[in-house]
């Protein structure tokens, strides 16, 4: 787990969790808040906090097979902590934050996002997106209206049409995915994703000479080459090796 504030942002506004928890179930979120001053940090970070808290207490009865409407109910829950902090504060009007969370635990996994923070899958050599950006590019693009590369370069390819904590109501997308053994879960903000190619990204989670902590750092070095205009974070999944972050630790 890797986060930097990047070449241009004077605050890192990005927030990242990873750790097992205790039903077993290891688990990782990042954020990457939006809003006025300071806005966006406090948005991402109450997001983070409200998941871990409810994922704390992720029932040792419930299967990730089942536990869909479970992530559901928790990404939920933490759209209200952030959109009622908003409402009670005027110095954090509008703020809210993308989010994306992996739960991995056997041969199962579940994904839950919203925004444009993004999860990729490396699986045999092949980078595999498993989210789908909730941004104004991506309709333009689904619809026909852009191209791929006219997306990548839009100006407006950062307007997100869903955030968490910007209304009172969210839709939440939680996909079902399965796990087995070689397996790399990529988690990471738009700092990365909208800087670093996919073939780059891929070809740095296939370098067998680089240990997990060193491919996080290589992203975050690509996305700053790339010219660092935001603020990046990179979590990596894998069941090799031994790291022991029960308890879990925050980016």
């Not at 928790?74 to 934050?97: D, F």
């Not at 910007?166 to 990471?188: F, P």
């Amino acid at each position: 787990m890797r986060s930097h504030v990047g070449k241009v942002r004077q605050i890192n506004e990005d927030q990242a969790w990873s750790g097992s928890l205790p039903s077993g179930i290891t688990a990782a979120i990042v954020a990457d808040g939006m809003g006025g001053h300071r806005a966006g940090d406090v948005a991402s970070s109450l997001a983070v906090d409200s998941l871990v808290q409810s994922l704390q207490v992720w029932g040792e009865g419930t299967s990730l097979k089942d536990g869909a409407s479970s992530l559901t109910d928790m990404i939920r829950k933490a759209n209200k902590v952030v959109y009622e902090t908003a409402s009670l504060n005027e110095q954090y009007h509008n703020m809210g934050t993308t989010v994306v969370s992996a739960l991995v635990d056997g041969s199962t996994g579940l994904i839950g996002h919203i925004g444009d923070s993004r999860a990729y899958r490396l699986r045999a050599g092949r980078l595999e997106l498993l989210t789908e950006d909730h941004t104004l590019v991506n309709e333009l693009t689904k619809s026909g209206q852009l191209s791929p590369e006219e997306a990548a370069h839009h100006p407006r390819r950062n307007v997100l049409t869903r955030a968490l904590g910007t209304d009172r109501e969210v839709e939440v997308d939680v996909q079902a995915i399965d796990w087995q053994s070689g397996d790399r879960i990529l988690l990471c903000s738009d700092g990365l994703s909208g800087l670093v190619e996919a073939s780059d990204i891929e070809a740095t989670l296939e370098d067998s000479a680089l240990q997990l902590e060193e491919q996080a750092q290589k992203l975050i070095d690509l996305a700053l080459a790339a010219g660092g205009d935001d603020n990046i974070t990179v979590v990596l999944v894998s069941d090799e090796g031994l790291v022991n972050a029960t308890g879990g630790e925050t980016a």
